[in-house]
Each structure stands twice: as C-alpha cells, then as structure tokens.
C-alpha cells in the first residue's frame, strides 16, 4: 500500500487512469477474488517493459504482500482500539521479487487474497467503521481501509494489463 499523503481521493471519485471507483459500492471479497484470478493469466511474464517498471510477475508479488499486509492489518482494525500499524517499506520487500517462481507466486497471490476475502467476508455491521492509523498519520475506517485496498489492487491489475475496472 503506498503510504502517499493525497490518498483520499481514490475513495471519492473513479481513478481516471484504472476507472476503478472506489465510491461506489463493492462486494469486497469478491472484488478480491476476482483481481486474484486475474493474475494467473499474467505473471508468467517476467520482462520488464522498462527498467523501472515492474515485470507482471513483480507486480503480482507485490499484490501478493499487499493482501498478506492488509490481512494483518485489518486483524488489528478488529481487535484493537485505533491501531497504529507497523511501517511497510516495499522497497525492502520488493527486492528479490524478479526471481520468484510464477507458478509459486500466483498460488501465493490466489491464498492470501482468498485468506483476505474470506476475513473481509466475516466483518460485522458495526465493524466497518472500526479505526486504524498508519504511521505517516493517515486515517483508516475498516471501509475506508478496504476501498483503498480495492483501489490498489485494481490499478495494479491495471498497470499490468491496461484494461481498466468495471466498477
């Protein structure tokens, strides 16, 4: 998840680049599922179409960690009081990304997504306006939280196949 300071549009109005509207509402656990299946088509492409653009396959193990992350994260959200998560450097975790197996990777992507979908699945009535914090002061609902996190992972889906969202 990027930790940029301007991030509240994208839960206002559709992305102009992915056409992902994150103000509209979604069956999140589908959403997921769906985006998960997406990557099985891709990330046995493992060219970089510039040397500082992601491979599909970097790009799905980043979507992979995303949903490990968010996973943790939202764990915190409904059980504790407004947390403050953890720093996550994805430089730190990108590194090595290039020489993950595809085949690994995508039944990787496809478990946590499910773990992910299957958590968000549970989340109660009164849960959705549960808060959490990220260090850099941003403030999450778990709804919030779980439309930025579609935000995301559609316009990761995006960067990799150009084809924008329905939604």
Known sequence: MSDDKDWTWVLERRCPECGFDASAPHDVAAVLRDNARSWRG????TERPGEDVWSPLEYACHVRDVCVLYH????LMLTADDPLYLN???????????DEQPSVVADELAAAAEQLAVAFGG??????????????????????????????LEHHRWDVTGVQADS
Do not use: N
Request: charged share 30%; proline share 2%; aromatic share 12%.
């Open 42 to 45: 891709v990330v046995e492409r």
């Open 72 to 75: 943790q994260r939202l764990q």
């Open 88 to 98: 996550w450097d994805q430089d730190v975790t990108s590194h090595g990304y290039r």
């Open 123 to 152: 989340v109660t009535d009164e849960q959705w306006q549960r808060p959490g914090r990220r260090s850099d002061g941003a403030s999450f609902t778990v709804d919030s939280f779980a439309r930025y996190l579609l935000h995301d």
